[in-house]
């Protein structure tokens, strides 16, 4: 086995690494979510604010290590072209060999066989060069911790028909309904203001 093979398979092995602790990332971010549910089930605003944290912060981690592995993932298809290329080129002298003597024959069977040869070294190059180009991801982007702690435990909240604290809707902007009294409330004001 060659450098450039110890290298690919220890590449490939920290991919599967990787990619197992973000599967053990993703488990521990649902753990955290059904103890965000049962907390605000239980009106424990502040204990589901810290599970929520710890979701996100799990959340996070997964979506690190998945692009991680994406990255470990595209050097390895770097390197396994690498290793391709040089089968190839040691294929591709065979073939130039092959290409002198039957060209000096002028045998057309001999000459047909070495084309396909050849063509098919191209092809093993171009499915070898397509994988690489396909397994380029691009990353995600990921909003404040606070908007996602909000948003997660709003969501979690909805999903168990949980009604969410007085706490909460204050931070939340006034609905349409809250609007029009205050609206109102400063009329009624202005109204007063006018009599006196």
Do not use: C, W
């Amino acid at each position: 086995m060659s450098g450039l093979e110890k290298a690919l398979f220890n590449l490939k092995f920290t991919t599967k690494q990787l990619n197992r602790q973000a599967q053990k990332a993703g488990k521990d971010e649902q753990a955290e979510r059904a103890k965000l549910k049962k907390a605000l089930s239980q009106g424990h605003q502040d204990v589901a604010r810290i599970h929520a944290q710890s979701a996100i912060s799990k959340q996070n981690q997964k979506l690190n290590l998945l692009r991680l592995g994406s990255r470990v993932d595209s050097v390895a298809s770097r390197v396994q072209t690498a290793v391709t290329m040089r089968q190839v080129t040691s294929s591709m002298i065979g073939v130039t060999k092959g290409m002198d003597s039957a060209m000096k024959t002028m045998d057309l069977e001999k000459i047909s066989a070495v084309m396909d040869r050849f063509e098919t070294q191209f092809e093993d190059l171009d499915v070898a060069t397509g994988y690489y180009e396909n397994a380029t991801s691009s990353a995600t982007a990921v909003g404040t911790p606070q908007e996602d702690v909000d948003r997660l435990m709003s969501q979690v909240a909805d999903e168990a028909g949980i009604e969410m604290s007085q706490e909460m809707d204050a931070q939340r902007v006034p609905s349409a309904a809250n609007l029009e009294e205050v609206k109102e409330d400063g009329l009624g004001e202005r109204l007063r203001a006018l009599r006196s």
